[in-house]
């Protein structure tokens, strides 16, 4: 099985194509945002220069977010227009799922983590053992002094390892605790279409059915209802002040 | 905080421009003031510091505009932008570190401003051609 796979969800972007289990070609750029010029030649350059089509691909694959709003968009976009012409099925990864996977090797607590701004990151939390990848609660926004409480509560004794964009901020927050975590070596911290295709490829083994490019969607994981329950609370409490006034 | 009085559209511009000088070009500028208080034409200024010269206007639909300038400048309206969720379907974190981004209508995004944003208020006067600029 050929799979097309492709991340743009933060400031890289890559493509991957593999055969099996065998990456046939990988391109990828960390230039800032200018995926909406650079992914669709990136993809035709890929194939190109692995002597493929778009007719050879049997399955195109997506990280279809957290991460930025743009990217996420794009790469979503790109797939959604690829899959369509060709009448292609397609599959939805997890960004956070998919760097799961660059630590397939390493029996581990992985936490993956994108920052989101503000002193809040995007994470799950994945165990790995015995090269399979399981899932430990869902993709979520979270602030990092919880996450930090959840990691000393849950995962204190075992070995966590943090990948992602976020592993910097996080490791600042939770280098106090008694326990060690680790940050996974900069090689392979950050999402990359290649393990984009191995997350697919272990949900295609699991079972689960490809989409339709008209199914799928981005994920943008929309920041904490907590939060915005504030907001609303402090604007009816600046409006009975207003009134009061 | 410092404070700046204009009492014409060219004050305002060379006050902008004055300001403009002390910036990198990767700042926030968060802007408040009422409608017709002049934020247009200050951005105008502090856009033509870094080489932008024409086509600034305020992007009340468009959410954002984008100048060529010797940085990126990125000129937001916030009017309509009421939460979180709104902010950052606009896009507005992939913008930050990557020009300067001014801000209309800070007001409506105050909380997830960056902590090392720069405040420009702009008020009225005594009278109508008369505007207090302050720098916080």
């Not at chain 2, 208080?37 to 200024?45: E, L, N, S």
């Not at chain 2, 080489?51 to 060529?68: C, D, L, Q, R």
């Amino acid at each position: 099985m050929i799979i097309l796979s492709i991340d743009s969800s933060a400031t890289a972007a890559s493509a991957a194509l593999t055969e099996d289990s065998k990456l046939v070609g990988e391109f990828f750029t960390n230039t800032d945002f200018t995926h909406s010029r650079t992914l669709a030649p990136m993809i035709e350059n890929l194939l190109s220069v692995s002597g493929k089509t778009t007719y050879d691909v049997d399955l195109i694959a997506v990280s279809n977010g957290p991460g930025s709003f743009t990217g996420v968009r794009i790469g979503v976009s790109v797939a959604k227009g690829i899959a369509f012409a060709d009448d292609l099925p397609c599959m939805a990864i997890s960004t956070l799922e998919s760097m799961a996977y660059n630590l397939i090797l390493t029996d581990c607590i992985v936490c993956a983590v994108m920052d989101a701004r503000r002193n809040q990151v995007y994470n799950a939390m994945f165990r790995i053992r015995f090269g399979e990848v399981e899932r430990l609660c869902e993709d979520r926004a979270i602030s990092l002094a919880n996450l930090k409480a959840e990691i000393s509560e849950k995962y204190n004794g075992q070995r966590v390892i943090l990948v992602g964009d976020g592993s910097t901020i996080t490791m600042r927050e939770v280098m106090d605790l008694p326990m060690s975590v680790e940050m996974a070596p900069e090689s392979i911290r950050f999402q990359r279409a290649s393990s984009v295709a191995a997350a697919a490829q272990a949900h295609l083994a699991a079972g689960e059915k490809p989409l339709k490019s008209a199914e799928l969607l981005p994920s943008y994981l929309r920041l904490s209802q907590a939060e915005r329950e504030r907001k609303e609370k402090e604007a009816v409490k600046q409006a009975s002040e207003d009134n009061a006034n | 905080m410092t404070e700046y009085i204009s009492h014409s559209l060219e004050d305002t511009d060379r006050i902008a421009k004055d300001i403009a000088s002390t910036f990198k070009g990767t700042e926030v500028i968060a802007m408040k003031g009422g409608l017709g208080v002049g934020k247009t034409t200050f951005t105008r200024g502090l856009a033509a510091h870094f080489g932008v010269s024409e086509g600034v206007h305020s992007p009340t639909f468009a959410i954002v505009n984008e100048y060529k300038g010797t940085v990126p400048v990125y000129h937001f309206d916030m009017y309509r932008v009421m939460d979180e969720d709104d902010l950052y379907s606009t896009g507005f974190y992939d913008y930050l570190g990557k020009g300067l981004i001014i801000i209309e209508w800070s007001e409506n995004i105050l909380e997830y401003l960056p902590e090392d944003a720069v405040f420009i208020e702009l008020s009225y006067g005594e009278d109508e051609n008369t505007r207090i600029i302050k720098r916080m």
